[in-house]
């Protein structure tokens, strides 16, 4: 579960940026749906990335 941790955060990040992003700009409706479904994403990977070099 330990090597998971860095993926998890970076996707709760990911969804946290979602959330504000759709509350500022009022996204709804299928871009909606691309945030909140690419953002978690890219930003577990990119966490767990950065986090693995060092």
Excluded: D, K
Aim: hydrophobic share 55%; with cysteine; glycine share 16%.
């Amino acid at each position: 579960m330990r090597g998971y941790l860095p993926y998890v955060w970076g996707a709760a990040l990911g969804l946290l940026v979602a959330f504000i992003l759709s509350a500022i700009f009022g996204v709804g409706g299928t871009p909606q749906l691309f945030l909140f479904g690419l953002l978690p994403a890219i930003g577990g990977t990119v966490c767990e990335r950065i986090l693995s070099r060092h």
